[in-house]
């Protein structure tokens, strides 16, 4: 197994900084990007990060990370969280941990947003405490990965 960590980004994260900063706040997607980088990098993991609009590019990049057998997966769906089983059917060949990431918390938010089927499948599920969710999930990862070994 690679000591590699994939983060994928759904659709108008891209925009993070100017789309609703009183929902998501300011960070752009490149300050999250530092954030994992730096946070895996105490770990002695390295990371794949990636954003897309596109629900078909998502998929072959879960297929992509299962492939490389990468340490584990963490996912911001966005989106795709409530409406993508192509998502869902991707995520169920993983066979290393995948940990769901939102900034804000889905449940406070409007009704729609509370189901999720990257849940169904994730190991873990970390929203609301901003682009901060990211290191957390890559805490938990490296922790789930040192536990396996």
């Known amino acids: 197994m690679s000591k590699t960590v994939y983060v994928l980004n ?3 994260l891209n925009l993070l900084g100017t789309r609703e900063p ?3 706040g300011h960070a752009t997607l490149a300050d999250v990007e530092k954030l994992c980088q730096a946070t895996a990098q105490r770990h002695g993991l390295a990371v794949v990060f990636r954003q897309s609009n596109h629900e078909g590019q998502i998929v072959d990049w879960i297929q992509e990370a299962h492939a490389e057998k990468a ?5 911001n769906p966005a989106g795709f969280t409530t409406t993508s089983i192509a998502i869902f059917d991707a995520l169920m060949i993983m066979e290393t941990p995948v940990i769901e990431v939102h900034i804000s918390n889905i449940h406070k938010r409007e009704e729609f947003r509370h189901n999720s089927y990257v ?4 190991r873990a599920v970390i929203c609301g405490f901003g682009i901060e969710g990211y290191a957390l999930a890559i805490d938990g990862l490296a922790r789930l990965i040192s536990a396996k070994k």
């Open 10 to 12: 759904g659709p108008n």
């Open 71 to 75: 340490s584990g997966l963490l996912l």
């Open 119 to 122: 849940s169904k499948v994730a």
């Open 22 to 24: 009183h929902i998501y």
